[in-house]
């Protein structure tokens, strides 16, 4: 799947919009304090909103979300005649880098992974990195941060030099490692619980992190009776619409509820380096399926924002509109 979004002619400067860019920006402007505030509050118990709201005093939580503001006003105002395309247009940008590092970190958290979940259940670990470091890696607080985190760091730095989502090939793989399941089980009779694991981490990744780019191509499916009828100033009224209150709320709770401080449902996962009930048979990554659940929100908004952008200026009938490849349903 190739990339050419950069390939495009995409104006970068149209008619004023400040209250559009105000609110598109300040979205991912709170978006992104909200992440930011939700660490400071479960990894180092900083007091929240409501906390410091209660006892009257300010802290770094409100901080983050001052400075976030502050940002978003000065930008907006420093720029009065970006277009509403352009800015759809960097926001998708970002967009594909932050999935094309996470399918990255996906694979090769995988690969690593499973290596290691296939040597401790042969018992093979303790005779290639000694006891000490065998005993280590059959725990997942120790390879979350130490063995997890340095590929996560890999993956970022490898979504920076690739110009392609890898949804393909993520496919292929999680299709092969399906395709060795069957094999080993009855070719073979042989099959370990880490196995299927790794199929069902690769196909959450493929799925959750490849829908904000299939929201961007119009790839969803849309049942419809009058949209396809209808004039580009109406669509565009549509899709804005659809945008806030259906795909950026609905993202929203899921944010709102699965990090809602330490007991949240990602929060506590996280935390607790969660696996599952086979234990030291399986792969040591249920709790990035958890994860996966607010990568998926986090992309969504952001791509729901670009489309917001793209849909106002779609009802402005300014220039460079996009024509989707994908087939509408």
Known sequence: MSIAISDRTVPRF?????????????????????LVANVLIVGWGAPGLAVLWSEGRIGSVAGVYALAAAAVAAY??????????????????????????????????????????????????????????????????????????????AGIVLGLFTRTLGVHWLALLTVL?????????????????????????????????????????????RVDVFYAGMSTRRKGIVNAIGAVALGIGTCALILSIGLNGPSGIINSSVRNFEVSQVGQMGMFTKFHMAVFLAIFAVTMIVQFVSSFFEAVADMRDEPGRRESAAIQH
């Open 14 to 34: 149209g008619a004023p919009a400040p209250l559009i860019r105000l609110f598109g920006w300040g979205v991912l402007a709170f978006l992104g304090a909200f």
């Open 76 to 153: 907006v105002a420093l720029s009065p005649m970006t277009s509403l395309r352009w800015d759809a247009h960097i926001i998708h940008r970002f967009n594909l880098y932050v999935v094309r590092a996470c399918f990255w970190a996906v694979f090769l958290i995988g690969v690593v992974d499973t290596a290691i979940a296939f040597l401790r259940a042969e018992q093979l670990l303790a005779g290639i990195v000694g006891d000490a470091l065998a005993t280590q890696l059959g725990l997942s607080r120790f390879v979350g941060p130490y063995v997890h985190g340095p590929l996560i760091l």
């Open 177 to 221: 490692a399906e395709l060795l399941i069957v094999i080993s089980r009855f070719g073979f009779s042989y099959e370990q619980a880490f196995m299927g694991d790794l199929v069902r981490y690769w196909y959450a990744g493929l799925f959750l992190f490849a829908s904000a780019y299939t929201l961007h191509e119009n790839g969803h499916v």
